[in-house]
């Protein structure tokens, strides 16, 4: 008698049964992901303290020079705006991650393995998300302990949550894609200087309403405002009332700009990762 296996890449295989093992793959390769926090603990002790201090310093130091239109303490508005921020930052350390695997051959010889194709970048997807779910819990603390609070309800409350890891999840495949696409260390610096004014050019810290008017209409379409918008309505926090169909459908936007960018995205890191020279 004889036995066949089936290789978990095979295109022949079940459908079902390669996703089981893409789901294992990703979970070995997320597990080595998490390994290096241990190995790296001021490095992640930075990246959670670091909105901490923006906290602080817009907060505190610039916060008393801030006025919301039709009132509202400041703190409240600021707080949605750095939950997506923290979401935003970090897509560097992702970027490294990949790089640094396929500049020492990482890469390659997990390539030579009998794995499911997604199951790297799943991996990386996976360990970045948890990363993210920590950050995000450190913020929610900084922000009770300012005296930030939540005044929807419960199911609200992690609606909101819930759309700023969606907004993560959305970034960091951009992150894998281009990681796996330019493996150049000089772009993850590149990225990183990018990554400020793409931030500080939406609705995070000022309302859009105080903004030129074409500076304001830009900084509307960025995928990051429309999360920061539906998520201080759903925390129940100040937020500037704004025209147009993008301010008045946030929660929408939030929900659909997220999954147009993670399938995009996604698709193409895989394609690129099946794709890169061995």
Aim: a neutral charge; glycine letters at 10%; aromatic letters at 10%.
């Amino acid at each position: 008698m004889t036995t066949t296996v089936i290789d978990p890449a095979d295109q022949r295989a079940p459908a079902l049964g390669r996703l089981g093992w893409a789901l294992a793959d990703g979970w070995t390769i997320a597990v080595r992901d998490l390994q290096h926090w241990r190995r790296q603990p001021g490095q992640l002790a930075v990246g959670l303290l670091f909105p901490v201090l923006m906290v602080v310093m817009f907060g505190y130091v610039l916060g008393g020079g801030m006025a919301i239109p039709g009132g509202g303490d400041y703190l409240d508005f600021l707080m949605p705006g750095m939950f997506a921020l923290t979401m935003v930052f970090g897509l560097e350390a992702t970027m490294t991650a990949v790089t640094t695997d396929a500049s020492r051959g990482v890469t390659d010889r997990f390539r030579s393995l009998p794995m499911a194709r997604s199951g790297v970048v799943l991996g990386r997807a996976v360990a970045d998300m948890l990363g993210s779910v920590l950050g995000l819990a450190v913020m929610l603390l900084c922000g009770l302990a300012v005296g930030w609070r939540a005044h929807g309800t419960l199911a609200e409350a992690l609606a909101a949550v819930a759309l700023l890891l969606w907004l993560r999840f959305a970034f960091l495949w951009l992150g894998i894609f281009i990681g796996l696409a330019t493996r150049d260390p000089g772009v993850i610096m590149a990225v990183q200087i990018l990554v400020w004014p793409f931030a500080f050019l939406s609705n995070a810290f000022v309302p859009t309403s105080t903004m030129p008017g074409w500076l304001g209409a830009v900084a509307e379409v960025n995928p990051m405002a429309a999360t920061v918008a539906a998520t201080r309505d759903l925390f129940g926090n100040p937020g500037a009332q704004a025209d147009g169909w993008l301010a008045e459908h946030a929660l929408l936007v939030a929900v659909v700009s997220p999954a147009v960018m993670t399938l995009v995205f996604a698709a193409l890191a895989v394609r690129r990762w099946q794709r890169l020279e061995r």
